[in-house]
């Protein structure tokens, strides 16, 4: 096979971004995933540093989400104006670390999705194993070692120009035509598709099947609350959703590019038009760092209840009428609580008997109303 036919990917995508899809439409999706993204995950920063007293490997591991989420969104504004433009005005040493905020906290964020959901799958499901003796000690190694795992990969990225294009007409993106780029970078761009891929796929894999087996394990442990059983379901199947909904465009449209960079080279059409739905794609991505907020943080009572002490008075007086309404029911049977804090209500006994207490059985993290089970996201 000859290489006379190699596609010019540049000048092509040069025009594509001056379509009205990509000039007109893009920019606003990008705009509302910054304006949610930021306004969810700075709350979300708030309230781990200024609300939250008790850390555990949980928190640690959603405040570094969130930080990879924030980071991501972040590197939206100059993608946005360049999209506005039609034109990359910001030189080459941004172009640079733009790209390299874009696809490290990219992958930071799915790779501490997938933490978190091998965390909690240990501690609803396997309560007693020694996973779940994690310190906070271990959380903060396991965290540096997740960014560690992903920054590595994108450093070479730092060290080439990515500006394409002459005078006005120039932008800032991760793709390579099939002629005018460098060994190096068709290297570098070959293992970017790789980690895609890879980073959906595994990812996905795990969110699937802790979700299945906490779905399973809690609604053959907990017949008696299914309201909150189902809560749960829900969560673990909104957590899958939006995964496949914002990265799995990405992974599709990066694999047609790869498949007709090796096999069919001579189709430029084709080759254009997934690298059109590549760069649309991205947009996908950063929605998913709008949504983290909603999914891992304000879901859990801990956190709404931070968020709603910093609220004033008049505005918290429709949250606690309903959390004292979700908490009727299920305070109904209760025992009645003794005026001092801490004791337990002894049985009635008859006049010089020994005083005695009821039993207390052990009672798993999960099955608390302050575990997991009331909200999936509620781990210690």
């Not at 941004?94 to 909690?120: E, G, K, W």
């Not at 909904?245 to 960079?261: E, M, S």
């Not at 760092?289 to 909603?294: E, G």
Request: aromatic share 12%.
């Amino acid at each position: 096979m000859t290489h006379q036919r190699h596609c010019n990917i540049y000048s092509k995508i040069l025009y594509l971004l001056r379509l009205p899809f990509q000039g007109k439409i893009m920019p606003p999706v990008l705009i509302i995933d910054v304006i949610l993204g930021l306004l969810g995950n700075l709350v979300a920063l708030w309230i781990f540093c200024f609300k939250l007293k008790a850390w555990n490997p949980n928190s640690l591991f959603l405040f570094n989400l969130v930080i990879a989420d924030f980071l991501a969104l972040v590197s939206l504004p100059l993608r946005i104006d360049a999209l506005l433009r039609s034109h990359w005005v910001f030189g080459d040493g941004m172009c640079r670390i733009n790209l390299f905020l874009m696809f490290s906290n990219r992958s930071a964020s799915i790779a501490l999705m997938t933490v978190v959901a091998i965390y909690r799958y240990f501690k609803v499901v396997h309560p007693h194993h020694r996973f779940n003796r994690m310190t906070k000690r271990q959380a903060v190694f396991v965290s540096l070692f997740v960014w560690l795992l992903v920054i590595t990969p994108r450093v070479p990225m730092l060290a080439y120009n990515h500006i394409k294009g002459t005078g006005n007409t120039t932008q800032c993106f991760f793709f390579t035509s099939y002629k005018e780029a460098s060994r190096a970078i068709i290297i570098l761009v070959a293992m970017h598709r790789i980690l895609t891929v890879l980073e959906f796929i595994f990812p996905m894999a795990m969110l699937l099947f802790c979700s299945i087996r906490i779905s399973s394990f809690l609604k053959e442990r907990c017949m008696g609350k299914p309201d909150k059983v189902h809560k749960a379901m829900r969560v673990c199947i909104a957590i899958v959703a939006v995964f496949m909904v914002c990265f799995l465009p990405t992974t599709v449209t990066t694999i047609g590019v790869w498949i007709i960079r090796s096999y069919r080279p001579w189709d430029c059409t084709s080759f254009y038009r997934f690298t059109q739905l590549s760069i649309v794609s991205l947009g996908l991505n950063f929605l998913n760092s709008a949504l983290d907020p909603i999914i891992y943080i304000f879901s859990s009572s801990m956190f709404r209840k931070a968020l709603v002490g910093a609220l004033p008075c008049a505005l918290r007086c429709g949250q606690d009428a309903e959390d004292n309404k979700t908490s009727s029911s299920g305070t109904q049977t209760q025992r009645p609580r003794l005026s001092k804090p801490g004791l337990e209500p002894a049985t009635f006994r008859l006049q010089g008997e020994l005083p005695t207490r009821e039993p207390r059985s052990p009672s798993p993290r999960w099955a608390s109303s302050e575990g997991w089970l009331a909200s999936p996201l509620e781990i210690g």
